[in-house]
Structure formats: C-alpha cells, structure tokens
C-alpha cells in the first residue's frame, strides 16, 4: 500500500489514514490511487463492517487538493485528479459499510467535501472547518455542495461557503456539520467506538439502513420501498437470529453482508 494512505485493519473495522503531513495531509495523485485500491478491497469485502477515515498528525485533517498540483500541474491532470476524487467520494458515499470521518484537526476546502462524504464527523475540539473555494475563486468540484445542503440550513450553507471563514468545532457541532466533538487525540478512539457498536449488528441490516437513508436525503424515498425493505428484513436470517438470540438471553451471531 501506497505511503500517501496508511490502512490499519482491527478487527471487522479498517481505519484509512491519509498519511503526507508535511503536506497537510493534501490530496494528489498517490492519494487517489491509493484510495482507490483500498475501496476496491472494501466493495469486495463481506466482513468488513465499518471504515474510519482520518488525517495524520494532529493539526489537519485534509487541506483538499495539493496546491503543488493545482498551480503547477497542467489542466489535463487537475481535471484527471478532480474527476477521479468526485468519483471516490461518490464510492465511499456508496459503501454499503458506514464510513466515519475522525477529523483530527483542519478540514480546508476538498477536505470539506470528503468529510461530507462520509456518514459521521466527529471532530476534536480544537480542528476547524473552512470551505476555501470562494477565497479561491472556486466552486465545490467533488460533489460536496450538494451533501452540504443536506446537512446544514440554506443561510449556514450560503455562510459557509461565500464567506470562506473558518468555522469552529462546537459551531459546526450546533449547525449540523459534525456529529460529535471530543477532546483533542481522541477523534480516531471515539469513531472506533461508533465503528465497533456498528460491527455488533447485523450488517445487511445497516446495508439496507444505508441505502434507505440516501434515497431520503436525495428526496427519492418512497412508502413502498421503505415497506418493500422492511419486510424482506422481517424475512432476513439475521432477524430470525436476532429473535433466537433475545430469547436465549445470549447475543447474536449475525451473517456476513451478501
């Protein structure tokens, strides 16, 4: 595995460190591949159960695209790298595994947008949110307006993104854009967490949960498929075990994800 994106397994749960502190923890080509090799493994992988995404170090989490490639690549590989970041994003978005970003410290621009991507933010308190691209004479590129508009109000979107002013961890806590803030060197421990309480239920279960919450921020939900779902997981193994299990007074042994 690349440098660039450090994987530590535990368990059912992988933790994906993007790992070029000295460059902020900014994404580039090496990035990219390296997440895309690490999502092909995942797509395949029925065991898995849950993925933690972090920076390291503890000053950023993502500092967005890597400026060396923005002002000096040619136009031909920033649309390269630009395409293949929203297309990540859109992957991770679609793990049929929750994916729970530890933001460890500054979120900058594209940073935004990946944590965006993923299911949960939990923030120390001492990181910050900045979506840069007005400052930069920019516009978000890798599908993170749109996510953005499903977390916070219109005015707190319209703030954050015209102004491009820094916004602090209990305020992105109050509007909506994180999850949890916890003390600082604990983002990673605190997801971890989340990510072993997920891996104890039946993982088909929150594959469904998963994708049943994306038709709703998307407006697409309907009666009948939340109808359709619900009765073929009354139907499921998993609950028949869940049954046993609650009255054997034991816990569930849950199936692999198919």
Known sequence: MSSAVHSERIGDVAVWTIDRPAARNAINGE??????????????DVRLRAVVLTGAGDAVFCAGADLKLLSGGSPVL???VDRDVHGLLARIEALPVPVLAALNGVAMGG?????????????????????????MSETPGWGGLARLCRVVRPGAAAKLLYAALPVAADEALRIGLVDEVVA??????????????????????????????????AGALTDDEERRIFLARTESPDHGEALAAYRDKRSPTFGTRT
């Open 111 to 135: 940073g935004c947008e990946v944590a965006l991507a993923c299911d949960m933010r939990i923030a120390e308190a001492h990181a910050s949110l900045t979506f840069k691209h007005a400052a």
């Open 78 to 80: 920033r649309a390269a």
């Open 31 to 44: 990035v990219t591949d390296a997440l895309d090799r690490l999502l092909i493994e995942a797509e395949r």
């Open 184 to 217: 600082k060197g604990t983002s990673c421990t605190r997801a971890r967490e989340l990510a072993y309480a997920i891996a104890q239920t039946s993982p088909s279960a929150v594959a469904d949960l998963k994708h049943l919450l994306r038709l709703g921020y």
